[in-house]
């Protein structure tokens, strides 16, 4: 059975009786079965993938074995000798033609991780400029926030000192109504 697929105890169904449903009967059999077609489908798709990934193995071994092994070796004879020598002109071929891709392979590598470093030179080298003009915009910002709170401090200042004058000149003339009214209070009713 396939690892997918879930095995579970199925309840013993009561007897079938003409005219009623088993679905009616026990609720539990709708998705029961549903998950049993489920199951079923899921060990096929299993079954199926894993069979196309086997057949692709084998087309890889296949063709890799053609490339690096030699063929077969037919038995000695007359014949077979000079066959021999060309089976070995061709498994050197064969080496060569895997030992050149092999070559290529390497320095594409080699290419290949050198362009991504610089670009992630170049990458990092933007980065880090950006990061700098924001940091600039940053500070500037800040520069200017300190200039608005202390305009915004001075402005607050001045308005307590005008309300402090405001609220002196009153309380001066407050005293001169009072000793004015003192004075007139004594100079025309004693």
Aim: no cysteine; proline share 7%.
């Amino acid at each position: 059975m396939d690892e997918h697929s879930e095995t579970r105890p199925v309840p013993p169904s009561p007897p079938d009786t003409p005219g009623s449903d088993p679905a009616a009967a026990d609720p539990g059999a709708a998705p029961l079965a549903k998950r049993r077609t489920r199951a079923g489908r899921r060990s096929l798709f299993g079954g199926l993938t894993s069979y196309v990934r086997q057949l692709g193995r084998d087309v890889v071994s296949v063709t890799l074995g053609k490339l690096v092994e030699p063929p077969a070796k037919p038995e000695p004879s007359d014949e077979a000798a000079s066959a021999a020598t060309e089976q070995q002109a061709l498994s050197d071929s064969a080496y060569k033609r895997v030992r050149v891709l092999h070559d290529m392979a390497e320095k594409l590598r080699g290419a290949a991780d050198t362009y991504i470093a610089v670009k992630l030179d170049e990458i990092e080298a933007r980065v880090n400029a950006k990061l700098d003009h924001i940091e600039q915009r940053i500070d500037h910002k800040i520069v200017e926030l300190h200039e608005q709170l202390r305009q915004m401090r001075d402005l607050e200042l001045r308005h307590r000192l005008r309300l402090l004058k405001i609220t002196l000149v009153f309380t001066v003339l407050v005293a001169l109504l009072s000793l004015g009214y003192k004075w007139l209070k004594g100079v025309w009713f004693t």
